[in-house]
């Protein structure tokens, strides 16, 4: 296929650099020449600013950008692609975002993180394809085939309810390990000594219902540690890391004591 992509951040740069292997990667577009210029010479493309100056007659357009700004591209590709295959890779965009402007239109969504200096293990990543058309189903479904095993046909509504799971299980999740460090540092303590522990609870998540994994002294319902704790963080000048540590424990209390 002879691909496009409207984006050259961090989603873009890592479908692009995947795709090139069995795909032709045609354009790059950002607002940023830089950006576009650095993912294009990568991958054998060329890199625009002005979508009038996109090549028509590529197969597909994978639109990559933040989910704000997906309606606004469409409209403005559209004019210029009106028989052209576009695709938003977003979780959390409804593909009406596109239909309301586009008839051919689709989703090709990565239930991933994404970071520049971290590979992807695309084999096990699932990706979910919705699109209007069989005929554009069938070419979406075909090419995350190519990438994936585990490719799924999810409606905008099941996609929404991943998405907003992903930010639990990974931003959330990210930013308890970032208090955590912010608790050792502030005692000259090494935070690699949590790796182990970090690592055997996402272990454990992944094999075993989470709510039956739960420990900790909100789950033993254990006030005095809980009160230490507290008291600790407050004589640190956490408040904010105090906060967290009042409602998590709250709602785990609350999750395996309530009657």
Known sequence: MRISFIGAGRV????????????????????????????????GAQAFTEMSQLDPTVDLIIIAVSDSAIGTVIKALHP??????????????????????????????????FSMAREIEWSSTPLFVEAVHQVDLATLMALAQQLSTRVYQYDSTQRLSLHLAAVYACNFT????????????AKQVDFSLLYPLILETAQKATQSDPKIMQTGPAMRGDQNIIAM????????????????????????LKRHHSS
């Open 229 to 252: 704790h507290s008291k600790m963080l407050e004589q640190a000048g956490h408040d904010d890391l105090k906060a967290v540590y009042a409602l998590m424990s709250e709602q785990i």
């Open 174 to 185: 990210n930013y308890c390990y970032d208090m955590a460090k912010q608790v050792v540092d």
């Open 80 to 113: 210029y692609f009106s028989n052209t295959l576009i695709v938003h890779t977003s979780g959390s965009t409804d593909i009406q975002q596109l239909t309301a402007v586009h008839t051919r239109a689709g989703v090709f969504y990565p239930l991933q993180t």
């Open 12 to 43: 873009a740069h890592h479908f692009a650099h995947v795709l090139r292997h069995d795909h032709q990667i045609i354009n790059i577009f950002s607002r940023s020449i830089e950006r576009a210029q650095q993912l294009a010479q990568a991958v």
